[in-house]
């Protein structure tokens, strides 16, 4: 039997990957499926205006994950019977005063110089795309292929793609320890004591990864919890007022096909706290407003925050779970965890990299940077 520990979306796409090609598989989720860092996130699929300096490594997997979410939706779509909105309308980057367009043409060199297809606008230009966005609006950069998708939906979508495989969804059982007998694991220890057996045992607990017991230390994924606030308003879904995803200064804008506008996201070190604070949505609001005044008079619809699972590099830990320095490998053990700000956007090629390694004992090239032995140093 194949356990994953976490019912978020990376933990859902590899089960229902895995159910599909006819492998026993059973998701053990802490909570309700999907309903932390997966649920908190605002679907953004934003491969090229999130690539930042120091982080060209990560680049070629982010462009491979979004160019699978076309076809990842399609199959998802048809395996569940329900829509995950995923949208093409692409994102709009704007900046306020000089300092803003200074960064932002900074920022637009580095991504033309990274091969990175976007587009410089004047303030004319930024206007035609989203009319009412603030009149001060000096310039912005748009990027066509920067999409966005329902990320609620999907993790619905997933849970009935996933059951419908065949698959086994466990909420409310928490994982408390992984049992290992030798360099190999043979299973799982709920929290009510019962155990479980396992010949392969996927890691995708998001924040919460490295807390689950059984582990050497020098096994343990560098992951910690990075909170971020968010908090969505509601649009008249005839007459939105943005139909682009903006990115403002500090402030993501997300409009969804039902109305709702999702603004965020703070980024907090506030290990496993999710509390709202009065500071967090000023800011948000304050940022929102400055960059789309119509928000002002639109009703409140939503407060919440998530915990961003993240590494000591911010990007993902991925594959089999080899040794590191003097610490033997773990037999049975692979990695889908540590993704930060990027869960949603890489979710397919995650589900499909880890996948394949379970199936056939292959390491795809795309993932070999991400595995832990990285932060062996």
């Known amino acids: 039997m194949i356990a994953v520990i976490g019912g978020g979306i990376c933990g859902l796409a590899i089960g229902w990957y895995l159910a599909r090609e006819g492998r026993s598989?059973?998701?053990?989720?802490?909570?309700?499926a999907g309903q932390e860092a997966s649920w908190a996130a605002a679907g953004m699929l934003a491969a090229h205006v999130e690539a930042e300096p120091g982080e060209e490594q990560l680049l070629p997997l982010l462009l491979e994950s979004r160019a699978l979410w076309?076809?990842?939706t399609r199959q998802l779509e048809a395996a569940s019977g329900q829509s995950v909105d995923y949208r093409n309308e692409g994102t709009l980057v704007v900046a306020l005063d000089r300092d803003d367009r200074e960064r932002l043409r900074f920022t637009y060199d580095y991504h033309r110089a990274q091969g990175l297809e976007m587009s410089w606008l004047d303030d004319a230009a930024v206007r035609e795309k989203e009319p009412h966005l603030a009149p001060g609006v000096l310039a912005g950069v748009f990027s066509g292929q920067d999409h966005q998708v329902d990320n609620r939906k999907v993790i619905r979508a997933l849970e009935a793609a996933f059951t419908a495989a065949g698959g086994i969804l466990r909420e409310e059982a928490e994982v408390g320890e992984i049992l290992v007998e030798g360099n190999a694991v043979r299973g799982l220890k709920l929290g009510d004591g019962t155990e479980v057996a396992a010949q392969t045992i996927?890691?995708?607990a998001g924040a919460w990864s490295r807390n689950i017991?059984?582990?050497?230390?020098?096994?343990r994924p560098p992951v910690r919890p990075v909170k971020g606030q968010m908090l969505s308003l509601k649009m008249p879904p005839g007459d939105p007022l943005i139909r682009h995803v903006v990115w403002g200064p500090e402030v993501c804008l997300v409009p969804r096909l039902d109305g709702r506008l999702i603004i965020g996201a703070t980024a907090e070190e506030m290990d496993f706290d999710t509390q709202m604070t009065g500071g967090g949505v000023m800011d948000l609001l304050r940022r929102a407003w400055e960059t789309l005044p119509g928000v002002y008079d639109l009703p409140l619809d939503e407060l919440w925050a998530g915990l961003r699972p993240t590494s000591r590099d911010d990007a993902p830990i991925l594959g089999p779970l080899t040794g590191t320095g003097d610490t033997p490998g773990l037999k049975g053990l692979v990695m889908a965890t540590g993704h930060h700000r990027n869960g949603i956007l890489l979710a397919p090629v995650t589900a499909k990299a880890v996948s394949h390694y379970i199936l056939t004992g292959e390491i795809a090239e795309i993932i070999r940077p991400f595995s832990a032995a990285r932060f062996a140093a």
């Open 25 to 32: 598989v059973t998701v053990f989720e802490r909570g309700r």
């Open 70 to 72: 076309p076809e990842f």
């Open 202 to 204: 996927v890691l995708a």
């Open 213 to 219: 017991k059984g582990l050497p230390d020098g096994l």
